[in-house]
């Protein structure tokens, strides 16, 4: 109940955003009418047709996202005719006229004819305004349609958009409430009716213009900066509170994510697999982790559910639940070009040869962000590269995903050896508190003198521990999915190669192309050699996810950092003069610096066409 009440108050706070601003004026044109010929039915078209294109958005893929291009033309050539007829009466009688007609060839009396017209006029406005405000996205709309788009269609996501649409139609009707009160206040004591329907008609139109020139969403623009954000962080963080260190989260309802995906939102910790055994079992559990001087007690939060869903296993043939009974088993979520899981992975591996001969099993359960990271070669390159030596479960369908009910990049679940989920933590962090975890299931199984001491971080390169402090910068994507501050000039062009200019100077954590490329749905592609790539950050260290071009040729790059080479700050993939070469679809680190940490202009400029870009991350 609780995520829907977050959806509805999220899209509450739509009426206060900006790109909702030019919808406005549609909206306040139908006021002094009456509720059930006007406002009810432009309403509830809004919230039907927002809900419809959320839903094919998040499950339809680029051509839904294309198809809502077209479908805001159409709505904008709808709302700007009905701009013009409020601005000419003698237009709107020639254009209402047949609508009336046909009602009254339907309807026993003209009045009817009227009424009905007038009904589906403000239904149409409705469709309009829907199709027009679908992209008004802050983080919880955008949690939601990503979550949906990882985990596929469902009822849950579409009560989820239709509470989200429910919300902004709540609070647009509180707006036509009391507009229509201000309307019909000013109609008596001015007497200039017509005036204000010509006022309103401007609007309007200037509500297309600003819509046509993209002034509505400032479309990779600054979009994770601008409207209701920090009100929908707060609603998050008031309802999911969370403690975690950065994360990189993706689910359907909420996330915290020092990498940002999925917008920036924080989220419920609360997504294990529970089921019906916190019952005798559980307490049980708890009273034998209850002696004098031991531990805490660890709730029962679920069972370890199926391993089933994994296409294929690395490092060991498939295990099963019931082979795992008798072992403590620590269960991690991870991905191979996810920054958070790489800083992670060095305690896990340690954990795994530590605790090994102890009866401890390390489970890495392997499901991908992005298309790349589905290639079971890609995997196992990976695997090898990392030195990952426990076994690990290609969940390229999301199956296991879904069958824990995660909803984090890294997220650890420890069991117990009953096959109880004993448990969990997201992100990165706390590692200490994980080893003890550790440590107690296992003296609980009986195991006898432990390896002593805890486990240090060993990490380099991306493994390495992050300088959290410094990180000013956030996850930023470079697909147009999800991508925010694209700060090119001129308009970005859509699945097409286009000239692209870094243009005079960038704000901290904007971004710009130079050169020929194509701006895609998860990554963009240099079309020719000697395109660029800029990012003012401010943060330690700077990590690329890069892959080479499509027929596998490897792609030459430079890095500079405000102009000058890296020297002693260069990352782990490049040399003192920023040279490096993108050879596979992983994550680079191109910049890890040294000394006080303060903003920067990064460059990295490409040599040979065809590179994939796909994210920045940064620690």
């Given at each position: 109940?609780?995520?829907?009440?977050?959806?509805?108050?999220?899209?509450?706070?739509?009426?206060?955003?900006?790109?909702?601003?030019?919808?406005?004026?549609?909206?306040?044109?139908?006021?002094?009418?009456?509720?059930?010929?006007?406002?009810?039915?432009?309403?509830?078209?809004?919230?039907?047709?927002?809900?419809?294109?959320?839903?094919?958005?998040?499950?339809?893929?680029?051509?839904?996202?294309?198809?809502?291009?077209?479908?805001?033309?159409?709505?904008?050539?709808?709302?700007?005719?009905?701009?013009?007829?409020?601005?000419?009466?003698?237009?709107?009688?020639?254009?209402?006229?047949?609508?009336?007609?046909?009602?009254?060839?339907?309807?026993?009396?003209?009045?009817?004819?009227?009424?009905?017209?007038?009904?589906?006029?403000?239904?149409?406005?409705?469709?309009?305004?829907?199709?027009?405000?679908?992209?008004?996205?802050?983080?919880?709309?955008?949690?939601?349609?990503?979550?949906?788009?990882?985990?596929?269609?469902?009822?849950?996501?579409?009560?989820?958009?239709?509470?989200?649409?429910?919300?902004?139609?709540?609070?647009?009707?509180?707006?036509?409430?009391?507009?229509?009160?201000?309307?019909?206040?000013?109609?008596?004591?001015?007497?200039?009716?017509?005036?204000?329907?010509?006022?309103?008609?401007?609007?309007?139109?200037?509500?297309?213009?600003?819509?046509?020139?993209?002034?509505?969403?400032?479309?990779?623009?600054?979009?994770?900066?601008?409207?209701?954000?920090?009100?929908?962080?707060?609603?998050?963080?008031?309802?999911?509170?969370?403690?975690?260190?950065?994360?990189?989260?993706?689910?359907?309802?909420?996330?915290?994510?020092?990498?940002?995906?999925?917008?920036?939102?924080?989220?419920?910790?609360?997504?294990?697999?529970?089921?019906?055994?916190?019952?005798?079992?559980?307490?049980?559990?708890?009273?034998?982790?209850?002696?004098?001087?031991?531990?805490?007690?660890?709730?029962?939060?679920?069972?370890?559910?199926?391993?089933?869903?994994?296409?294929?296993?690395?490092?060991?043939?498939?295990?099963?639940?019931?082979?795992?009974?008798?072992?403590?088993?620590?269960?991690?979520?991870?991905?191979?070009?996810?920054?958070?899981?790489?800083?992670?992975?060095?305690?896990?591996?340690?954990?795994?040869?530590?605790?090994?001969?102890a009866g401890l099993v390390v489970i890495g359960v392997h499901t991908p962000e992005f298309a790349f990271e589905k290639d079971v070669g890609n995997v196992s390159r990976a695997v090898k590269d990392l030195k990952v030596d426990f076994p690990v479960a290609i969940d390229d369908n999301y199956k296991i995903w879904r069958a824990f009910n995660n909803q984090y990049w890294p997220a650890d679940y420890f069991v117990d050896a009953q096959g109880r989920i004993r448990a969990h933590h997201f992100g990165e962090g706390d590692y200490a508190g994980s080893e003890q975890t550790i440590r107690q299931l296992l003296t609980e199984a009986g195991a006898h003198n432990l390896p002593g001491g805890l486990v240090k971080d060993d990490g380099t390169g991306a493994e390495a521990a992050p300088e959290m402090a410094d990180v000013q910068s956030p996850e930023t994507y470079v697909g147009y999915d999800r991508a925010t501050n694209f700060a090119s000039p001129g308009e970005p062009v859509l699945d097409k190669p286009h000239r692209y200019t870094l243009g005079n100077g960038l704000g901290l954590n904007d971004w710009a192309l130079d050169g020929t490329w194509t701006l895609g749905a998860e990554h963009t592609d240099l079309d020719q050699p000697g395109g660029a790539i800029a990012f003012r950050f401010h943060a330690r260290d700077l990590h690329l996810v890069l892959g080479p071009s499509a027929n596998g040729q490897p792609v030459r790059f430079q890095v500079m950092i405000d102009g000058k080479p890296p020297g002693a700050n260069h990352g782990s993939d490049t040399d003192a003069n920023g040279n490096g070469t993108v050879t596979n679809q992983r994550l680079y680190q191109l910049i890890r610096q040294s000394g006080t940490i303060t903003d920067h202009t990064f460059e990295i400029r490409f040599l040979d066409p065809g590179v994939r870009a796909y994210a920045f991350t940064f620690g």
């Open positions: 109940m609780i995520q829907f009440l977050i959806a509805w108050l999220g899209g509450v706070l739509t009426i206060v955003s900006p790109c909702i601003l030019p919808v406005l004026p549609f909206v306040f044109a139908r006021t002094g009418k009456p509720f059930l010929q006007s406002s009810l039915p432009l309403l509830v078209g809004m919230a039907a047709t927002f809900s419809a294109v959320g839903a094919l958005a998040a499950v339809g893929g680029g051509w839904a996202v294309a198809a809502n291009q077209y479908g805001r033309i159409i709505a904008l050539i709808v709302m700007a005719a009905f701009g013009l007829t409020l601005l000419l009466p003698k237009l709107s009688d020639a254009m209402t006229r047949p609508l009336v007609a046909l009602g009254a060839r339907l309807s026993e009396s003209a009045q009817g004819a009227e009424r009905g017209s007038a009904v589906w006029a403000s239904l149409l406005l409705g469709v309009a305004t829907g199709l027009l405000w679908a992209p008004c996205a802050g983080p919880i709309l955008g949690l939601i349609l990503t979550g949906a788009a990882l985990q596929g269609a469902s009822v849950h996501t579409s009560l989820l958009l239709l509470s989200y649409a429910a919300g902004a139609a709540t609070s647009l009707a509180l707006a036509l409430a009391i507009g229509g009160k201000v309307f019909t206040a000013m109609k008596k004591s001015l007497h200039v009716s017509e005036w204000l329907k010509r006022g309103l008609g401007v609007a309007v139109l200037v509500g297309v213009a600003a819509i046509a020139a993209h002034a509505d969403t400032g479309f990779l623009t600054h979009l994770s900066l601008a409207g209701t954000n920090s009100l929908e962080q707060s609603v998050l963080d008031r309802f999911h509170p969370t403690k975690n260190g950065p994360q990189d989260a993706l689910m359907s309802t909420a996330a915290q994510s020092g990498d940002a995906a999925a917008g920036n939102a924080a989220a419920s910790a609360t997504s294990v697999a529970t089921s019906a055994t916190t019952n005798a079992g559980g307490t049980q559990a708890m009273a034998q982790a209850a002696q004098p001087g031991s531990p805490a007690p660890l709730p029962v939060e679920g069972t370890l559910p199926s391993l089933d869903g994994a296409v294929q296993w690395l490092n060991s043939p498939p295990l099963t639940a019931a082979q795992l009974r008798g072992k403590v088993v620590l269960v991690d979520f991870w991905t191979y070009s996810c920054i958070n899981c790489l800083r992670t992975l060095p305690y896990v591996k340690a954990w795994a040869a530590k605790y090994k001969d």
